[in-house]
């Protein structure tokens, strides 16, 4: 089968998955991690490359991250009148475990299985129910529920500290390669298997389709990402029931870099990436920068450590701190860039 037509199927089953998704309902269903790792260590951090493995190939990654208050709202107070900013979720650490498989020299399939660990603001987030005294001798009202859970359904199940989220299932394409310049389409879906009332994962499917550039010149290469982020709305609310003060829904994702290998043994690249709300009454559009330094022990194995922040002043999401570590492994790396 050829390239195109093989990309072309591709986009065709995905297209079809997104026409599972959802109408929007009020929940925590808001994926708050933004970093999403390349699906088969060919590109940076977060950018992937027009560079697929040859056929049968395999290769591994695992990045760890830590980011510093990934959700801060301004909440209302327990008056119902007054509001504050809070770091809901306060610190967050995520691991992300890659595996691909080159189908053919131009086709690599890839998974990728997230999981997190975070803490939130307890004054924030309230208590599940508080009794309410009553007078003496008189049997005390119903218990009431505090913070976020506040005019919600009654429930025993609270924020979960640490899970799964959402699987990543990938299928990249190479549409054109030659010494200098690569061009490549990159199809993925999210499953729901994350707790999405955790901020943990989305309610549904998710599809996400990128086209990929890359330009190298030597020991320097440039890469690009655009893409899209199909997936249903999910509004958060304060207080629950009352006005919607932040959601997600459909999203445009950019992605600009730059890497350079110094010698065989060092590297460095630095990379932006964010999304743009295309719909939803209060999306915000983000963006994070992250500088990286590689070592390479041996051939196809690359060591990385990193550090960034947002740079979307005033959105829910600007982590102010990130810092990433990583270990991949491809068995035919790049002859140019970062490899």
Known sequence: MRPLST????????????????????????????????????????????????????????LLCYANAPLQLSLLNADGKTHSAHNLIEDQFTLDVGLSLGLWDF????????????????????????????????????????????????????????????????????????DRFGLALMLSATFPMGNSSSFLGDKDITVRPVLIGDLAFGRLALLGNLG???????????????????????????????????????????????????????????????GAAYVYPTSGIRILVGVGGGLAVGSPLRDPVRVVAGLSFSPSPPKVGLR
């Open 107 to 178: 086709l690599v399939l890839g998974a990728t299985l997230p999981v997190a660990a975070q803490s939130y603001d307890d004054q924030a987030v309230g208590q599940l129910s508080i009794p309410s005294p009553g007078a003496p001798g008189i049997t005390p009202l119903p218990t009431v529920s505090t913070g976020i859970y506040r005019n919600q359904p009654r429930e025993n199940i609270g924020l979960s500290a640490a899970g799964p989220r959402d699987p990543r299932l990938l299928l990249k394409g190479r549409l054109y390669h030659n």
């Open 228 to 290: 899209f982020i199909f997936r249903s709305e999910s509004d958060f609310n304060d207080p629950p029931g009352g006005p919607t003060i932040f959601s997600v829904g459909h999203e445009l994702t950019w992605a600009l870099g730059a890497s350079v290998r110094a010698t065989p043994l060092l590297g460095a690249s630095l990379e932006a990436f964010g999304t743009v709300p295309l719909v939803g009454p209060q999306s915000f559009t983000e963006a994070d920068l992250l």
């Open 7 to 62: 990309v072309a199927v591709a986009l065709l089953a995905f297209v079809c998955l997104a026409c599972l998704v959802t109408p929007a309902a009020a929940d925590r269903s808001i994926d708050v991690a933004l970093l999403r790792p390349t699906g088969d260590g060919q590109g940076l951090v977060t950018l992937e490359r027009a560079q697929t493995p040859m056929r049968w190939e395999v290769g591994a990654s695992l």
